[in-house]
């Protein structure tokens, strides 16, 4: 095991201790009078050197803090004339502005898609209206056609799949399945400018009737 420690300060404080103490007696310790003499000196000069050193670091600490801060509020300033620069720009209609700034035109924005509706599912209402409901996204422009097929009595065959709502939320109340009808098909696109999504997974609700107060009353099959 070293005696003397590794860590630089540490090393440093353990000869400082010992050098005056090695230079009252240097003979007693087996040293001769030079090479006690060398140690003090090497300990002053390190000592200088590493206080000096020391004293850097803090300096260098300091002037990185200041140079971050001037960086951040030249990257603050320059970016709020690139917005004015911008706005000028746009208000004016002048590419030549941004060619004098030496900034780049400013970039159409993408066009986001329609994202296609997902997890149809409906509930019966009180009121013999079917409610639906799916998986969307509502983004800016995007609007919801809801598509219906019937199957109008036993037996019959379904009506073609027609749009009979176009909705911006991502519900609808159909209150108009007709009566005695067996089943209903939906499917819900989303449309947005002219781009219209294949549609969410068909969805089938199958009807019964029961008598309340004389009167047919719409219910979901089993």
């Known amino acids: 095991m070293s005696v003397v420690p590794v860590p630089k300060a540490q ?24 090479q006690s003499n060398s140690l003090t000196a090497a300990v002053g000069q390190a ?48 590419e030549e502005v941004f060619a004098l700034a030496q900034i780049p035109l400013p970039k159409d924005p993408e066009p986001i898609d329609p994202v296609n509706p997902s997890n149809l599912r409906f ?9 639906l409901k799916w998986d969307g996204v509502k983004s800016n422009g995007t609007t919801f056609i809801v598509y219906r097929s019937i199957v109008p009595g036993p037996g019959e ?18 209150s108009t399945i007709p009566a005695g009808a067996v089943s209903a098909t ?16 068909p969805v089938t609700a199958n009807f019964s009737y029961s008598l309340n107060n004389g009167q047919q009353e719409l219910q979901l099959a089993a």
């Open 123 to 131: 509930t019966l209402l009180q009121n013999g209206a079917l409610e």
């Open 11 to 34: 090393m440093l404080a353990f000869f400082q201790e010992r050098a005056p103490v090695w230079a009252a007696d240097p003979a007693a310790i087996g040293l001769t009078l030079d």
């Open 157 to 174: 065959s379904p009506t073609p799949m027609l749009s009979i709502a176009s909705v911006g939320a991502k519900e609808y109340e159909d």
């Open 186 to 201: 939906y499917v819900v696109r989303a449309l947005k400018g002219d781009q219209l999504t294949p549609g969410s997974s």
């Open 47 to 94: 000592a200088t050197k590493f206080a000096a050193a020391q004293s850097a670091r803090a300096v260098s600490k300091s002037a990185t803090i200041e140079q971050n801060a001037a960086l951040d509020e030249l990257a603050d300033l320059g970016a709020q004339l690139i917005k004015i620069i911008r706005a000028y720009g746009l208000q004016i209609g002048s």
